[in-house]
């Protein structure tokens, strides 16, 4: 990216379309594998924005395809940059005097320890932003600055646990083990003073802004000599002590804004299995008026018997300080060892056979039945999960949240001026939510709608709990939980029903719907998603003190009053189909502050032009600040200064950072990644329009040959999945361990196509039909490719997608279908195993859209899948699947094979062992890329087939070649 293309909106310098046209005219190498390594890509920005809260530095992440990445920090004022190899997570310190980042190891070193089984220890690198001096600190598991900036904690890695020689069941010992425990330094940064703790298990700084200081520390030992909470001043060195036991401690959290520390302390019973917990809490830290408080519920005849306080759910508090709020749950009490029986064989009668003859049982012994209870008491019981179809979770799912699950607690609430405790949740399924600024909190009940909810369609009752009682107020019940949410102040619940955005104000319970009268929609009316409640464009948030909501409508945002007098629309998108949206640039802000300039992202939702503009607080126009023909996101701004940082990239221009002041105008670009592409061949991006085969206006992205010759019919590859237009400016370096890769296939010669695919409910398959055809027959009329050399692919979704092409049409040469979906009829019986859901919800309220259960549409589900089309295909087709897909069982890929093998169709199945839905292992990857390219060239291209495409590779020619290799590499 070069600072002059950063033009006013609208325009384009004759000079650039002149340089741009003999660039592409230029004939130049084109990329090669070997060239790959060195590619970058503009990684995540460190520190929330990547830039110094006094906006004089930035820190950004490369990456490159050879891993070998880096961490850059650069003096704005100057450019001047200090590189960091395998830098991560940049952060500064508020006063903007340090950067603080861990240092990785290179990929090679990572799978050497791997290999060992040896852990992978990260090291904590400083930067002294004043003098340039950098310093390392070994075997750092995390750190954190003090939120004055003055001083930064630094957690050791934990020593490796020695396993136990008879360990109990874990059960059982779970909650009696002590803590982990690491090494902590705090290290005060003007003097380089360091201060050690040992056994330190938890520690947080002090939540107050630019002035916190103080560090609570948790401390456990093995043999809880000196367990404890300390507080210590790095400023002063000086250390307290604010309680100590042999008790373990827990849930450190200090209230905002303030000197007040809660805690919980464990105590033990020995009729019960785990502790429950005693709250304190301290008020005014360090401060005259420090008083401490203690809650202990085993002294509290109101607290309800059976239950505990929990230490898994931090303690929180109210904004006011008034309310410590903890988590309660059941109290289980420990089981009576039984005793095990041992069960005395009779004495054999002279009548009975000896053990070991005659001829064995030909049934039952009738006996058997009248044995006593005692001797059938079985030592070891049988391993098998019963599943039952009242389950309201599915065994999969049960087993994967069975942690979660055993961490359910009820809301309670310990008010602090008079010590007393009321309990807020009534139920395990339902979340209580306490109210900023209110008495109040809101329940969100879905135990009612629990089936539903596993099958895609989640409801709730919403109710308001008083918190000095614990009294309910039923609101609203059957409700998408997903879209309630309170204002900021807590004075407003907003929710969605029946089309519309409605409030309640928790003061006066008027219910208002906000949005009736307004000449607009706020619901998604587009959307394919096969729901009954289209989905909402959005709510970015409230304005000051809880005043207006602001809503989204297709393009535009608008400004309603909460208790719905006044609705005003603060943006123009609609006329130029513009899409506004709003840019939150301090994540510590509650409100959208209408006093203050408000930034807003803007894209062309034709033309794929993005770029940012801003409301000021008058009723002034929306002012357009930069508008682009490329992509252009990111936007950040420092904490403390008007300095604004925004990415540009298209896909032949390699993401850049610009820098600016708040009219975003004479940016400066401070980053030039991958700066050799010049001297590479690359393509150039186009788009696209088309209609579908029912006559909805769709677009798509054309990727064209690197070298690209006019009048010249090239082959193309066409990469589908959903809507994919508005990637069009998406930059894509070039990469083996990525299968799909644009830039590669353009490298190679072929033009690509993602073309936007519109779908229709119960019809997944004959919507991508419906869409993608047009597709390739409008570039097709275009002369630019050669209609018998167009092949599709892709990957999970997008490789139901292409085997479905491939089965249904003759539009292609060749396809590849990665992870996919191609029994809809088999599929809905199974699982998305690494969610535990069952295939019933995502089938019908997911990607599949097919709405209705299977035996509801049958012949839906059978015309809609790829398999039950097999037996008429007549496109090559390269399946790829993982034996551990965890998202799509691979028996779908299966199961199209040998179908294909009986109706004698040319399909050949790649199956990579342990691998999961997308490929994680560096060999494998490359291996996969490899093999479409070799599929596509020939097919596509005229290349000599591979052997394995012709022949396949039989199991044993395979592990000889394993073998070799693997002494070959034992050799080298």
Partial sequence: ???????????????????????????????????????????????????????????????????????????????????????????????????????????????????????????????????????????????????????????????????????????????????????????????????TFGNVSEFVWQDLPERGRLLAMAIATEDKIGNGIQLFDPDTATLRVLDS??????????????????????????????????????????????????????????????????SFRKPSWSHDGAIVFFGISKWEPKETPRKKTTVTKPETSSSTPAPDSGPPSSGPDPKADKASPQSQIQDDPADVDVWHTGDVDVMPKQKLSAGRDRQRSLLAAWHLGDGRFVQLGKDFTEQVTPLKHQKLSFALNWSPYAM??????????????????????????????????????????????????????????????????????????????????????????????????????????????????RAVRLTEGASEEIRYRYVPLDPDQEWIDREKPVYLSLFGIWTKRSGYARLMPSASPVERLVCLDKAVDSMSKAKKADIYAYVVQGFDDSPDLFIAGPDLKEPKQVTATNPFQCQFAWGHSELMEYKSDPGERLQGSLFYPANYEPGRKYPMVVYVYERLSDWIHSYHGPSERDPYNSTVFTS????????????????????????????????????????????????????????????????????????????????????????????????????????????????????????????????????????????????????????????????????YPGEDHGLRKKPNQIDYHRRIVEWFGHYLKGEPAKPWITSGVPYLDRQQELKRLKAKTEKN
């Fill in 1 to 195: 990216m070069r600072t002059t293309d950063i033009v006013a909106p609208g325009l384009i310098t004759i000079a650039i379309l002149v340089a741009a046209t003999i660039v592409r005219a230029e004939i130049k190498p084109a990329i090669t594998p070997t060239d790959y390594g060195q590619w970058e890509t503009l990684g995540t920005l460190g520190s929330r924005s990547g830039l110094s809260p006094n906006g004089q530095w930035l820190a950004y992440h490369i990456n490159r395809a050879n891993q070998s990445n880096e961490l850059r920090i650069v003096r704005l004022e100057n450019t001047n940059t200090t590189v960091i190899a395998f830098g991560e997570q940049p952060v500064f310190s508020t006063d903007s005097h340090w950067a603080a980042y861990r240092i990785g190891v290179s990929e090679e070193e990572r799978e050497k320890l791997r290999k060992d089984k040896k852990p992978i220890r990260t090291r904590l690198g400083l930067l002294n932003l004043e003098t340039g001096e950098k310093t390392a600190v070994d075997s750092v598991e995390s750190f954190t600055f003090s939120p004055s900036g003055s001083s930064i904690a630094i957690r050791r890695f934990a020593p490796e646990q020695t396993p136990r020689p008879d360990p109990a069941p874990p059960a059982q010992t779970a909650a009696r083990e002590t803590p982990r425990s690491a090494t902590v330094i705090v290290r005060h940064l003007a003097s380089g003073r360091d201060t």
């Fill in 245 to 310: 036991s042999s008790a373990v401690y827990s849930g450190l959290t200090w209230r905002k804004d303030s000197a007040d520390l809660v805690a919980l302390r464990s105590k033990e019973d020995d009729r019960y299995e785990e502790p429950t917990q005693v709250a304190l809490a301290w008020t005014h830290v360090g401060q005259g008026l420090e008083a401490k408080r203690t809650y202990d519920p085993t002294s509290d005849s109101r607290y309800p018997s059976g239950m505990r306080i929990v």
């Fill in 452 to 565: 539903d909810r596993s099958i895609g369609r989640p409801a709730a009752d919403l109710s308001l709990v008083d918190i000095t009682n614990g009294e309910r107020t039923a609101i609203k019940n059957q409700l998408e939980d997903r879209y309630v949410r309170a204002s900021p102040g807590g004075r407003y619940l907003l929710y969605l029903a029946d089309n519309h955005w409605w409030t309640i104000d928790t003061t006066t319970r008027t219910v208002t719907n906000l949005t009736h009268q307004l000449p607009t929609s706020f619901i998604d009316w587009e959307s394919d998603r096969t729901i009954k409640q289209k989905p909402p464009y959005g709510v970015p948030g409230w304005t000051t003190n809880d005043h207006a909501v602001i809503l989204y409508d297709k393009f535009d945002l608008w400004e309603v009053a909460a208790n719905g007098s």
């Fill in 748 to 911: 190679l010669g072929f033009f690509v196509l993602q073309p936007d695919i519109a779908f229709r409910p119960r019809e997944p398959g004959l919507s991508v039909v419906e869409c993608v055809g047009p597709a390739v027959k409008k570039v097709c009329e275009m002369g630019l490719v050669d209609p018998k050399n167009v092949g599709v692919v892709g990957h999970s979704w997008g490789g139901f997608d292409a085997s479905f092409l491939a089965a249904q049409t003759e539009l292609f040469a060749a396809a590849v279908a990665g992870a996919p979906i191609t029994d809809l009829v088999s599929n809905y019986g199974n699982h998305h195993w690494n969610s535990g859901i069952a295939e019933t919800d995502h089938i019908e309220t997911g990607q599949q859209r097919m709405e209705v259960p299977l035996w509801e549409d049958l012949s839906a589900y059978i015309r809609n899948s790829a398999l039950f089309h097999i037996h008429k295909m007549k496109t090559p087709l390269l399946v790829e699947v993982g034996d551990n897909d965890g998202t799509v069982f691979w028996h779908q890929g299966v199961e199209l094979y040998n179908v294909a093998r009986r109706a004698e169709k040319n399909v050949v199945l790649l199956v």
